[in-house]
């Protein structure tokens, strides 16, 4: 029931905003949700609060990394909400409809073999778009590096900046440690 979800991811955004996030991120892609939250924060005052939509998030073989660490009891997968893989149009659909409800940051997941749906939304948009490396992408750099196939730094050095060609503004992945640490940024 899309609208039922939408009014409960209403009610999430609001309680994550009164408990001081800076900002709300719904992965869920239910269709309108985004004007949805974006219309109640307003209406609450919580202009403060701003809204990043994983408007084309694919669904991926690249997640299972992620969701063998949190050991879930979750059977089948989640493609019946995601996008297919080759839905370029879709994610161009999406893309467009959450920017016009007024998502603040576009997000594109998973990042590396999506790179031409990051150009994409650079091009459709001028709002901030995200990337996010998940944890396949992760698991296979760090494999191929403890392998001897690659040199880690050099290769994930070398991916920041195609996200970054590519047209993203923020990239999120599990290599920001190591990247603050190679970047001479180490946070402690």
Same mark, same amino acid.
């Given at each position: 029931n899309n609208a039922a979800s939408v009014a409960r991811l209403v009610q999430v955004a609001q309680a994550y905003a009164d408990a001081g996030a800076h900002m709300v991120a719904p992965s869920d892609m239910m269709d309108n949700r985004i004007g949805a939250i974006k219309t109640h924060l307003q209406e609450m005052g919580r202009t403060d609060v701003a809204l990043m939509s994983y408007s084309a998030k694919y669904a991926s073989a690249l997640y299972c990394p992620f *969701? &063998?660490?949190c050991s879930t009891n979750l059977e089948g997968n989640r493609a019946d909400y995601q996008l297919p893989p080759a839905a370029e149009g +879709?994610? *161009? *659909?999406a893309i467009i409809r959450d920017v016009n409800e007024g998502a603040d940051i576009i997000m594109v997941k998973p990042g590396i073999a999506y790179l031409d749906m990051v150009r994409m939304a650079r091009e459709l948009t &001028?709002?901030?778009?995200?990337?996010?490396?998940v944890s396949g992408e992760y698991a296979m750099l760090a494999a191929a590096a403890a392998a001897g196939a690659i040199t880690e730094k050099d290769t994930v050095l070398e991916l920041m900046t195609c996200f970054r060609r590519a047209g993203a503004d923020i990239i999120v992945s599990y290599y920001t440690p190591?990247? +603050? *640490?190679w970047l001479g940024q180490d946070m402690g």
């Open positions: *969701r &063998s660490a +879709l994610g *161009r *659909r &001028s709002t901030p778009v995200a990337v996010y490396q190591k990247l +603050l *640490r």
